[in-house]
């Protein structure tokens, strides 16, 4: 068992270092992509929950690392209770600009990811999205996260296949553009169910509105395509 996880941490990671290299020598080819309008245009009612003004910034130094080209990060509250909305855009992913994956930023500083598990966001027409849904903790305290990958046409919950698409799109479309979005709120100690239900209606409208800001693609009118399982 130990030889066979072993053989696939290799595999992952001689995959990234071939995924960052291909984006390397395709950096110059790779043409920049620009948001059709500023991430604050996201809707700021949702279901019943309702945008806190202002929008928050990052920090200096959180910005100087991730670099993205356009980002929101905003307070959404309904009934007493809070969920927090960030999304990175970048135009362009390369070398030191390139998406972070929440599963390596989240933990530190006395948090930890206790669960880890895949679900699906519904769709109209009974299409659906499948994301990732993280619970961190820290003593008593608990965190439920949804997050995914959104970009060119495709919403993506693997990070390892999201990294392989950019270089396939790089050389397919000459762009490797994309977004990460990511729902947060505090888990009330007597469950996570009642939160986490309402994190999966917020994604189910907010990919549909993201869709219509990222740069077009095309079939940009349409619904971006669920990703595997």
């Not at 309402?198 to 395509?225: C, G, H, Q, Y």
Request: with cysteine.
């Amino acid at each position: 068992m130990k030889s066979k996880r072993r053989a696939a941490y290799l595999f992952v990671s001689l995959g990234l270092l071939l995924t960052a290299a291909l984006i390397g020598y395709l950096g110059s080819e790779v043409q920049p992509q620009h948001l059709r309008a500023p991430l604050d245009h996201l809707p700021r009612v949702i279901e019943g929950w309702q945008a806190m003004a202002p929008d928050h910034r990052l920090d200096e130094r959180t910005l100087e690392l991730l670099k993205p080209q356009n980002y929101i990060l905003r307070n959404y509250r309904k009934g007493g209770r809070d969920i927090a909305l960030f999304v990175a855009y970048f135009g362009l992913q390369q070398e030191g600009q390139i998406i972070h994956s929440p599963r390596n930023c989240l933990p530190g500083g006395g948090w930890e990811i206790v669960s880890r598990r895949k679900l699906t966001v519904p769709g109209a027409g009974g299409t659906g999205w499948r994301v990732n849904h993280l619970i961190l903790q820290s003593e008593l305290d608990r965190l439920s996260v949804l997050y995914w990958y959104q970009g060119r046409g495709r919403i993506e919950s693997n990070e390892y296949w999201e990294r392989l698409s950019l270089v396939t799109d790089a050389i397919r479309m000459r762009r490797n553009d994309g977004a990460l979005l990511r729902l947060t709120a505090v888990v009330p100690r007597h469950g996570n169910h009642a939160v986490l239900d309402e994190e999966l209606k917020l994604a189910a409208v907010l990919i549909p509105a993201m869709e219509r800001l990222l740069p077009p693609t095309s079939a940009a009118d349409n619904p971006p395509a669920a990703a595997r399982p």
